[in-house]
């Protein structure tokens, strides 16, 4: 019936804006933002001056917080396809990258199934990026040839925590705060050291950002005591002891945080 209309529809864009920091944001991004009539935005996207970017745009929160669905994702596509089909160019901004765990994929879906037509901006992911902000590479040559990006949304399964600790490597968590006591008693059950290096990286690119520094077997006392919030990326493997040596020259870091995974960066000889 819409089809009948098809000039009149206008479109969705769906953005990824990156890991928080307004300039991490694309070009491609701006300029969607630039051209929107509307704009749905997430808690993780860089919305501090939304206005500026998408001045003609009428702003809409449609962010979810854990534990607190304040638009269900049906709203959301039902919101968004209603407005492409008034004529409208709507942004639907998201952190990070879109297609990583973002319901991205559904939101596409929707708009095709719709009609409507529906475009994609990549954006910079937090699964790879907030790691680097503390200081951490997810491969390092002769630390680490893969990375393997999974969501802690749900308790991993008894496969899962064998595949991530066979497959070595990086294992890089989002979502993983409030399941942590069970990926890291699961990952050592299935094999992997107590003394994996391991970090919580909170609130990546903002100017909260805290980086906790824990041996695996550590990381959950770490996590409880520093009081560890979402959104975090987990970051388990080797290549954590490289950031864990920066820091060990200079910044931040406890001095014992430190120590302990210098110990960790003797044994894997780095
Ligand atoms: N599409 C997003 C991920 C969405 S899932 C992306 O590509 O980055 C949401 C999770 O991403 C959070 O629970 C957290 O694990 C992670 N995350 C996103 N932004 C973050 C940030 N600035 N700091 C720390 N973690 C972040």
Not at 44 to 63: I, N, S
Not at 138 to 163: Q, Y
Not at 206 to 233: C, F, I, N, Y
Not at 249 to 269: K, P
Request: aromatic share 2%; glycine share 12%; proline share 5%.
């Amino acid at each position: 019936m819409e089809n009948s209309e098809h000039s009149a529809t206008g479109q969705v864009i769906l953005v990824g804006g990156g890991p928080g920091a307004a300039d991490l944001m694309t070009v491609r991004a701006m300029e969607s933002l630039g051209q929107a009539d509307v704009v749905f935005y997430d808690r993780l996207a860089p919305t501090d001056r939304l206005k500026e970017w998408a001045p003609r745009a009428q702003l809409f929160d449609v962010g979810k917080r854990p534990g607190h669905h304040r638009v269900t994702q049906e709203n959301i596509h039902a919101m968004m396809i209603s407005a492409a089909q008034e004529g409208k160019t709507v942004v639907r901004l998201k952190g990070g990258d879109p297609f990583v765990f973002g319901r991205g994929c559904e939101e596409v879906a929707a708009c095709r199934e719709a009609g409507v037509p529906v475009t994609v901006v990549p954006g910079i992911t937090s699964a790879v990026a907030v790691p680097a902000a503390a200081g951490i590479p997810v491969t390092a040559r002769n630390v680490s040839k893969a990375f393997t990006v999974i969501s802690g949304h749900d308790p991993l399964s008894e496969e899962e925590l064998a595949g991530l600790a066979g497959i070595g490597g990086t294992v890089v968590i989002l979502m993983g705060v409030s399941t942590l006591g069970h990926t890291v008693a699961g990952l050592q059950r299935h094999g992997l050291p107590a003394e994996t290096p391991a970090a919580a990286v909170e609130k990546g690119f903002t100017e909260d950002q805290r980086v906790l520094l824990a041996p695996l077997g550590e990381l959950l006392g770490t996590a409880a005591t520093q009081k560890l919030r979402s959104p975090a990326v987990l970051v388990i493997g080797e290549v954590v002891a490289l950031a864990a040596a920066e820091e060990a020259h200079g910044q931040a870091a406890s001095s014992q945080t430190a120590e302990r995974l210098r110990t960790a960066l003797d044994a894997a000889a780095i």
